[in-house]
């Protein structure tokens, strides 16, 4: 039981601090989603207090609260001798009740008339992704999250109802994420927990236990890939996607070129014809006529789709993109440029 304490995620000493959504990054295996199920079981059977598990797509929580009883309760169930847990229909039972529910955040707007009244806790798990590939953050994303929990948590409508506490869990993917732009979070720089907001009610923290970090690197699989990467991603906590290449700022000779809207944002391109550069920065020109949309659900009056074969304006960004001819003034801008470049190809 020591060795629980000192190598894996302490859930409780994060929870000391009472902020109302709790961003949790973790090296792999630092027993996020099992610290989060393992407070939301220990509370079911202490107060009765339910919770909400919740992934961005039902094909994703399928198999852990659909599909075969679901696997969500595998491994956490050791915790709880004497108890059954299990889940079946998006339903999490406790000794055949009802302590919680699965819900998929894609299709969470057809909550809005249910009510969940016992909830006091959501874990929302693997909230960040790579959103460069195949797998995308739905459209408007923090919107719809905030609607999800308004309607879960209800915030006002009694006035005696506890808070509804929700425990974002994530690997170190990247900082570019609609959850950090939204709420103007970073990474902590000084110490592992830092708060943020104007309440400060929203914590960010970053899990890398030194213990676990060296247990993982010295098994066989961590020997094998020292010095890569994924070793500084899986084993160290650092951002798989944000590496500073290609991070710099415009130059003054750089003139504008177009104003392009991504995920509710605008990034203005600017141009260096004497090195042949283009800039992508937050400086943006918007009384400049050429503007463009990344998504159909960005596009506004009078802007083009920035994508295909006879847009004069994407050839030239994909050429200069695929040349290494593109500079950005910040690793986040440069994450979402790179999210852009793979929705349009």
């Known amino acids: 039981m020591q060795e629980t304490k000192t190598i894996w995620w302490d859930i409780d000493r994060t929870a000391s601090y009472n902020c109302l959504f709790n961003f949790i990054i973790g090296n792999r295996g630092a027993g996020k989603t099992y610290g989060a199920l393992k407070r939301c079981v220990s509370r079911w059977l202490k107060t009765k207090a339910q919770f909400v598990y919740m992934r961005r797509m039902k094909t994703e929580l399928k198999p852990l609260t659909t599909a075969n009883n679901g696997r969500l309760f595998d491994a956490v169930a050791r915790e709880f001798p004497g108890h059954e847990l299990k889940a079946h229909g998006n339903v999490l039972y406790c000794d055949g009740k009802a302590m919680g529910y699965g819900i998929p955040l894609s299709t969470s707007s057809i909550l809005k008339s249910d009510s969940f009244p016992g909830v006091r806790e959501i874990v929302f798990d693997e909230f960040i992704i790579d959103n460069t590939r195949t797998y995308h953050y739905l459209p408007d994303e923090v919107r719809k999250f905030q609607d999800a929990y308004e309607t879960i948590a209800r915030p006002g409508n009694d006035p005696d109802r506890p808070d509804t506490r929700v425990w974002f869990l994530s690997n170190a993917v990247t900082i570019s994420n609609p959850y950090f732009a939204e709420y103007g979070l970073m990474p902590p720089h000084n110490g592992d927990i830092q708060r943020f907001g104007p309440t400060r009610d929203i914590l960010v923290q970053s899990v890398a236990n030194e213990a676990l970090k060296e247990r993982k ?19 160290d906590n650092e951002w798989l996607l944000d590496d500073d290449s290609f991070v710099e700022r415009k130059t003054q000779r750089s003139q504008y070129f177009m104003s392009l809207r991504y995920m509710d944002r605008w990034y203005g391109i600017w141009y260096d014809s004497l090195q042949g550069l283009y800039y992508v920065s937050e400086n943006v020109n918007l009384q400049y006529p050429v503007q463009a949309s990344a998504t159909t659900d960005d596009q506004r009056p009078n802007t083009m789709l920035f994508k295909g074969r006879t847009n004069s304006f994407f050839n030239r960004l994909r050429t200069a993109y695929e040349n290494g001819w593109i500079r950005y003034e910040s690793i986040r801008i440069k994450n979402s440029f790179r999210q852009i470049m793979g929705r349009c190809y």
């Open 217 to 235: 690197k010295g098994t066989r699989f961590g020997r094998m890939i020292a010095g890569t990467n994924y070793e500084a991603y899986a084993y």
